[in-house]
């Protein structure tokens, strides 16, 4: 088993940033490839960003790219999320995923296996 608990959440501004962590604990010694999704009131559960075990290949959601940048630090066993820029759209709680089986392209939550709790980001206008 993997625990994933994500930090750095909050309210900011339109237009401000936000950096996301995420820690993993548990079986670290594998390979598996990290992510985000985030998921607003009455929508559903929307790929954000993922990253490969060695962080060469990164992977981005439309409503990510030019804007978020992820990265790890396997040192750490952590994940993080930049976000720019933010949007009002932008609020939602975003969750950290882990994929250990499947291929590593693959970001349908389905194919996640295992998620953190959380963190809320509320942008204001």
């Known amino acids: 088993q993997v625990q994933l608990v994500e930090s750095g959440g909050g309210l900011v501004p339109a237009g401000g940033s936000l950096r996301l962590s995420c820690e993993a604990s548990?079986?670290?010694?594998?390979?598996?490839?990290m992510g985000w999704f985030r998921q607003a009131p009455g929508r559903e559960r929307e790929f954000v960003g993922g990253i490969s075990w060695n962080g060469v290949n990164l992977y981005y959601g439309d409503s990510a790219k030019g804007r978020f940048t992820i990265s790890r630090e396997n040192a750490k066993n952590t994940v993080y999320l930049e976000m720019n820029n933010l949007r009002p759209e932008d609020t939602a709680v975003y969750y950290c995923?882990?994929?250990?089986?499947?291929?590593?392209?693959?970001?349908?939550?389905?194919?996640?296996?295992?998620w953190g709790k959380g963190a809320l980001v509320t942008v204001s206008s």
């Open positions: 995923a882990a994929k250990e089986y499947g291929p590593e392209d693959n970001w349908l939550p389905n194919a996640i296996d295992y």
């Open positions: 548990g079986r670290t010694g594998i390979r598996y490839a």
